[in-house]
């Protein structure tokens, strides 16, 4: 499973490599992505996609927010929160009913 340093990582250089144009313009971990005309809609697509393919996780649309993908920390922290969920794990715990009971 990948850390949160791992995870930060990844996604700053995604957002650098991708997006920033100006080497020198700083961006980091709290630098807002959205509201400071880094990321617009159609790259918050991009890089939600960058991150459910990198993590193998499901962003539901829900948690597709401006305000989720505003900054690399909460990016980082929602795709944390969604590590290791996959269908089904949500399940009840135990056994499976047997047919009938």
Known sequence: MA???????SVLKYVKDEYVEDEDQEVGCETPLISGGIVD???MVSLKRFLENKY???????KT???AFDNVNRIT???ESLIGQAP???R???????PGA
């Open 56 to 62: 193998k996780i499901q962003i539901p649309d829900d």
């Open 65 to 67: 927010t401006p305000e």
């Open 92 to 98: 009840r715990s135990g056994p499976p009913a047997k």
């Open 41 to 43: 809609s159609f790259s």
């Open 77 to 79: 922290a929602l795709v």
């Open 3 to 9: 850390t949160s340093e791992e995870i930060r990582g």
């Open 88 to 90: 089904g794990l949500n």
